[in-house]
């Protein structure tokens, strides 16, 4: 258990910039919770879509004989490169071995690249709404921050040259979650994508290309993912996972990034973690060789689109005139904005006391831009209680609203 007492202990500069993120905060205060909660909070794969039985399978048949408990490499186990590599051809992520870094999930990635790049002081910009990990990521290596607005059509790039221009200097790195992207749900259009592209190749920048959702889509048409359009420029740094395809607990996911910087990515991990849990590689490993995954996707992609209407419906029941929301072609987010002033920081505790959870707006942004708006995940919940869940948050809407 922490507390909240200070410590006296002598800490250096770094530790003022450890914010924390309130996404994973709410693991432990809903799990404290005695009552019935309809969880919209965390951004899990349904307990259904975790494909527990395969697993189990790929534990008995990868984790036999003392080796699959050993230190393993640095760079990655190699049945799972080899697996991953095969994975990943003729899709839009398709990569080349003296690219590739497995990690320890996506969030490993993210520092990884921050750890590379990231002087204290340089300018790195985030997408408004952003993920909170990520920006709490740049800002633990002491970046200065600057965010760029999000609409439906994914960040702006008008919105990026304003903000460059205002600060008077280019950013070292641009931090984007292109496809579904958490928070607001919204995609990056292809066009942005390439004046993205075409600017950061201009400043000088590295662009930060956090895609963990790319292979959730279930509507709309594919768009290339930036590491395709960037055809092997380097300045596309690509983090990917396997947290949202197969499962989070894993902790096993990817860095797709120029050969140049190989080695020292594995100097940068070895100095962190030594390399990636090796039983979760071999089982990650043992479930792609098996050939599960296409048709573990093609099941989950139908059951989070089911959802996502689920929830809009919902949300157009309850709240129709009092709010708005995106529209999302895949992931897990959808994002809610009240137009009526209503706080969604001060709503949370009546909500969670009315049994839901969700993440307030604010959480995604540095400079607390989004008091009005809320993030609700619609994967991991089935629709009958994704139903019960939107209930429940307009009755607590209307609590919050009668006071
Ligand atoms: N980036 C984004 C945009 C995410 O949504 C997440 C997970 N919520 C991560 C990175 C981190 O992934 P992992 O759990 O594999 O560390």
Redesign the pocket.
Known sequence: MTTDTPTTLPLGSRADYLVGSVIDSSTSLLAKQTHDIVRFAM?SPAAEAIPTEQLGEAARTGLTGADAFDYAATEGDPPLRTALLEMLEGTTDATTDERLTITA???QG?DLAAKLFIDPGDLVTVESPT?T??SATALAYQAELAEIEVDEDGMSIDALRVAVDRAGRTPKLIYT?PTFQ?PSGTSMSLARRQELLELARGWGSVVLD?D?YGMLRFAGDPVPSLHELADGDPLVFSVR?F?KIIA?GLRV?WVDADPSLGQLLIHAKQSMDTCTNLPAQRMVAEFLRAGHLEEHLATQRLEYRRRKEAMQEALTEHLSGRATWTDPEGGFFLWVSFGTGLDTEALFETALADGVAYIPGNAFSPGRRFPHDLRLCFASTPPDRIREGVARLARAVDAVEAR
Do not use: F, I, Q, R
């Open positions: 951004g999930g996506g969030m993210l993920y990990n990520g979650v958490n956090d963990p996972t947290s989070p996911g």
